[in-house]
């Protein structure tokens, strides 16, 4: 879309075209449930008249605000210039719908660029921080004590230099209890001040749904989507924080610390937005929000010769400090951005466990079929609870998982039919799977007893 908005100026058919970034947040979805419900396999309702009027019960409850920030104009003459040439486009007829390599190059630096302007400018609802704390304590929290969470975290988000709307005149108890009133759909609050989640039930099914993981993971989504408002602002930090935590020495050179990050950031690029060439510069940040914040200990000498011999890094190398740097900030980062990693790691266990054919290679799927396979070995896990992140039953996830792997090279890729069927790289997809499960806790069951044929939960994707 990017691209055919442009090419007008790319032909010097226009002076000049410019790019207004708009951010759009919501204090509360209105189809909050259906969203969830949706990346769980049931597809959303068809939309009628009938729908239409039955939905009108939604007028009646409160929704929060709606926050809309209309960014500065971006100028693509300026943007573009010294990076293009246009004349060239004068050699061909004007009919022909091109773009050459440059100008292929400048829309994807708008694009990020863009991205970037409306993540900078997003408002954060303290609900979205809230969801972040409870999606890390499912068995429940006092209110107290996700008062003190959220105004932690709120620093944190302002350090960074996050806008949230956080009411100056109330106190942070009086917010943290109006957005629970506002989000009581999800959630309960007990005469002892205790919250907990609570099952949402599709109100778009006929047949009612009685399978308590489901129902469990409708509700973990609806607040995951919440929490992925903030998740931006501290996906640097926390794959500085992963790879610390991941580290089993002492210390950990500079060095090592930003070859962790690059594979991180690599590995989660389909769910989150770096900006090819940024690597070092986004890692530089890191260190520097996290060492300001105390939570990231560097030592920039040894004290010791015994050190420098026991140490890895050069002399006179900064050098972080591993078990120093194991703190509050680094464990919440970590615990955020696990259940990514976790679902990747289970869409590697199920590629590993398929059989092979006749020449040794894994029998080849379809892509939707090997999404909804994935989805039954998570499925699996849970009901056994030999993980307890209910994100990794998302069918985007799984997709992202299955594109990451594509892109590093794992996966063999063949049209048959108009139709792309995957078999994967054994030998890659472990070697990818083990650098996972280096930062995330592994269940405590073999694998190899979910991999084999077993009772599964049967969702009707929309794929």
């Not at 939905?55 to 573009?80: K, T």
Request: net charge negative; with cysteine; hydrophobic share 45%.
């Amino acid at each position: 879309m990017l691209a055919a908005s442009l090419e007008s100026y790319f032909k010097a058919e226009l002076p000049d075209t410019m790019m207004i970034p708009v951010t759009i947040s919501y204090d509360r979805i209105v189809e909050e449930s259906l969203y969830a419900y949706e990346l769980l396999g049931i597809p959303k309702p068809k939309e009628s008249t009938s729908a239409l009027l039955k939905a009108r019960s939604v007028l009646s409850d409160d929704y929060g605000c709606v926050h809309v920030f209309i960014g500065d104009p971006i100028s693509i003459r300026q943007f573009s210039n010294g990076k293009i040439d246009r004349v060239l486009h004068s050699l061909e007829p004007r009919y022909i719908n091109s773009v050459n390599k440059d100008e292929m190059k400048l829309i994807n630096d708008l694009a990020f660029h863009i991205v970037r302007q409306q993540q900078r400018h997003l408002v954060i609802s303290p609900w979205s921080l809230m969801a972040a704390i409870l999606m890390q304590n499912r068995e429940g929290i006092p209110v107290r004590q996700l008062v003190k969470e959220a105004d932690w975290l709120k620093r944190q988000a302002y350090n960074l230099g996050a806008y949230v709307d956080w009411p100056g005149d109330l106190s942070t108890d009086d917010i943290i209890r109006r957005n629970l009133l506002l989000h009581k759909n999800v959630l309960t609050v007990s005469d002892d001040d205790m919250i907990e989640l609570k099952l949402v039930r599709p109100g778009h099914v006929n047949k009612p749904i009685k399978d308590d993981i489901l129902l469990n993971a409708a509700t973990n989504l609806i607040v995951a989507s919440y929490r992925n408002q903030v998740t931006h602002l501290f996906v640097r930090d926390a794959l500085v924080a992963l790879s610390v935590n991941s580290c089993t020495e002492e210390t950990m050179s500079m060095d090592e610390l930003f070859q962790k990050y690059s594979l991180l950031e690599r590995y989660l690029s389909k769910d989150f937005v770096f900006q090819p060439g940024q690597t070092k510069q986004d890692f530089d940040l890191a260190i520097l929000s996290l060492k300001h914040s105390g939570a990231l200990v560097i030592a920039d000498n040894f004290t010791h010769i015994s050190d420098i011999a026991e140490s890895k890094a050069a002399p006179n190398a900064a050098i972080v400090q591993v078990k120093k740097s194991f703190n509050k900030h680094t464990t919440f980062y970590s615990q955020m951005f696990e259940p990514f990693l976790l679902a990747y790691w289970v869409v590697c266990q199920h590629l590993l466990s398929i059989p092979i054919d006749v020449h040794g290679r894994p029998l080849p799927k379809r892509a939707k079929d090997l999404t909804k396979d994935v989805q039954k070995l998570a499925i699996r896990l849970l009901e056994e609870n030999a993980v307890k992140h209910y994100e990794i039953l998302s069918l985007d996830l799984i997709n992202n998982g299955i594109l990451m792997l594509m892109d590093v090279g794992t996966m063999y890729k063949d049209k048959r039919n108009n139709e792309t069927w995957l078999s994967p790289n054994s030998v890659a997809v472990a070697a990818v799977a083990d650098e996972l499960g280096a930062y995330i806790e592994l269940p405590s069951i073999p694998i190899s007893n979910f991999t084999s044929s077993g009772r599964s939960l049967v969702m009707q994707a929309k794929l």
